[in-house]
């Protein structure tokens, strides 16, 4: 299981972290990342990292968004800094294990203009 936390509501040009950690069966990650779903849109990459802490992010965050993991803890992070309206969706943490896709039950993250 994925279990992601902090997702909240913030003014335009705040900042919000989230947290992701993997429990259960989830082990040997290859992959993780956040994934989001803003109403009437696809579903679309955020923000992904490798195993070896290579990082790949969606051309609308990058410069604004950071991800990180915690191996160890199994756990997968994304600092959104200078957020933008157009951030607001919900916010899914994703997980791949030997080609294996697990996902989060996602956070809201709301940004007011």
């Known amino acids: 299981q994925l279990q992601a936390s902090g997702g909240g509501l913030v003014q335009a040009g705040g900042s919000l972290g989230l947290s992701c950690v993997a429990s259960?069966?989830?082990?040997?990650?290859?992959?993780m990342g956040w994934y989001r779903e803003a109403p009437g849109k696809q579903r679309e990459m955020v923000a992904v990292?490798?195993?070896?802490?290579?990082?790949s992010y969606g051309d609308s965050v990058k410069g604004r968004f950071t991800i990180s993991r915690d191996a160890g803890k199994r756990a997968v992070y994304l600092q959104m800094n200078r957020l933008k309206p157009k951030d607001t969706a919900v916010y899914y943490c994703?997980?791949?294990?030997?080609?294996?896709?697990?996902w989060g039950q996602g956070t809201l993250v709301t940004v007011s203009s």
């Open positions: 994703h997980a791949r294990v030997y080609g294996i896709d697990s």
């Open positions: 259960g069966s989830i082990f040997n990650i290859n992959l």
């Open positions: 990292i490798d195993s070896s802490g290579r990082t």
